[in-house]
Nanobody, 124 residues
Framework: QVQLVESGGGLVQAGGSLRLSCAAS????????MGWFRQALGKEREFVAA???????VYADSVKGRFTISRDNAKNTVYLQMNSLEREDTAVYYCAAGQMLSGYVRDRVRYAFWGQGTQVTVSS
C-alpha cells in the first residue's frame, strides 16, 4: 500500500510558477512510476507528466517546455515544477503511483494509488 499526499497548490497569476510536491509512504517508492494528472471543472482527468522508476520522463504536449517532473527517492517525494502558468492550467492536480512500463504512463487506469489532489488556480 502506498499513501500519497500532495502539497504546493494555490492561486497564482498567469505567467507565474508553482511547485507541487507529492510525499509517498512506504519503503518501495523507488520501484514505482509516478505520475501527475489534473482535472479541470467539468472535464475528465488528464495526464500531465510522469517519471518511471528507471527515470524515464514523459510529458503531455500541453505542458512540455513549461513543466518539469522530478523525484527524490531518498525523500519518497515527486515534484512538479510549473512555470509560465496559463489560465488553462487551472485544475485539481493529482499525484499517482503505479508499476508499469514507460509506454503506459499516460493511462490513468495503470495507477493503483492516488493522492487527494491539490487545487491550482491561475488568474489572468
Amino acid at each position: 500500500q502506498v499513501q500519497l499526499v500532495e502539497s504546493g497548490g494555490g492561486l497564482v497569476q498567469a505567467g507565474g510558477s508553482l511547485r507541487l510536491s507529492c510525499a509517498a509512504s512506504g519503503r518501495t517508492f523507488s520501484s514505482y512510476s509516478m505520475g501527475w494528472f489534473r482535472q479541470a471543472l467539468g472535464k475528465e482527468r488528464e495526464f500531465v507528466a510522469a517519471i518511471t522508476w528507471t527515470g524515464i520522463i514523459v510529458y503531455a504536449d500541453s505542458v512540455k517546455g513549461r513543466f518539469t517532473i522530478s523525484r527524490d527517492n531518498a525523500k519518497n517525494t515527486v515534484y512538479l515544477q510549473m512555470n509560465s502558468l496559463e489560465r488553462e492550467d487551472t485544475a485539481v492536480y493529482y499525484c499517482a503511483a503505479g508499476q508499469m512500463l514507460s509506454g503506459y504512463v499516460r493511462d490513468r487506469v495503470r495507477y493503483a494509488f492516488w493522492g487527494q489532489g491539490t487545487q491550482v488556480t491561475v488568474s489572468s
